[in-house]
């Protein structure tokens, strides 16, 4: 089916640890984002791309790396884990012919460090 | 910067009652306007959307005008069920990056 796929669902992670949270589109979406999802505070901005080899900071890039080599994929990096990036992490795209189709979210990652 | 305000939560009403979210924004230019729904565990679908002054969304009874004077997009819905129980975003697109969201409001539907 089209659409945005992440993985993985869930993710325990120690403090300092790192690891990569994936996401992959096949609906050839030029524009990608990833978000945080914490309680009472709606979805934070963490990067975003325009396209492949163009990546850009949001409202909460620190301790955060990505990159998009392919439109296909824009994977996010957690450089040191630390508990305050335990949170609900979502990946989003649209094409960017027309910003009035919206944004594609993905299901979601739910992230712990301990 | 550009800004989403929407009102706290988390809001309670009776089957059948009728419902408005507010949700105003800040934003330079001429931002396309959008609510998104997150049903329990799920991740965020779109609900409807508003792409030019005076446009009026709808989907599933829920509708929702984009008032330029007020910088406003309040969501409505005439008689809520159950099945709406979730929490409901408000978000503009200016072209330029990506989505700017507000804090979500939940709403909680009681038989």
């Known amino acids: 089916n089209a659409g945005v796929t992440q993985t993985p669902k869930f993710q325990v992670l120690k403090t300092g640890q790192s690891m990569t949270l994936q996401c992959a589109q096949d609906?050839?979406?030029?524009?990608m984002s990833w978000y945080r999802q914490d309680p009472g505070m709606g979805l934070r901005l963490i990067h975003y791309s325009v396209g492949a080899g163009i990546t850009d900071q949001g409202e909460v890039p620190n301790g955060y790396n990505v990159s998009r080599s392919t439109t296909e994929d824009f994977p996010l990096r957690l450089l040191s884990a630390a508990p305050s990036q335990t949170s609900v992490y979502f990946c989003?795209?649209?094409?960017?012919?027309?910003?009035?189709?919206?944004?594609?979210f993905g299901s979601g990652t739910r992230l712990t460090v301990v | 910067g550009d800004s989403v305000t929407q009102m706290e939560g988390p809001v309670t009403l009776s089957e059948e009652a009728c419902l408005t979210i507010?949700?105003?924004?800040?934003?330079?230019?001429?931002?396309?306007l959008f609510w998104y729904v997150q049903y329990p565990g799920e991740g965020l679908q779109l609900l409807l959307k508003?792409?030019?002054?005076?446009d009026k969304g709808s989907n599933k009874g829920f509708e929702a005008t984009y008032r330029k004077e007020t910088t406003s997009f309040h969501l409505e819905k005439g008689s809520v069920q159950v099945s709406d129980s979730a929490v409901y975003f408000c978000a503009l697109d200016t072209g330029r990056r990506a989505l700017t969201f507000g804090s979500g409001t939940r709403l909680q539907v009681q038989p």
């Open positions: 507010n949700c105003t924004y800040t934003a330079t230019g001429y931002p396309s």
């Open positions: 609906m050839n979406h030029e524009y």
């Open positions: 508003a792409t030019k002054a005076d």
């Open positions: 989003a795209s649209r094409t960017n012919m027309d910003s009035n189709y919206g944004y594609t």
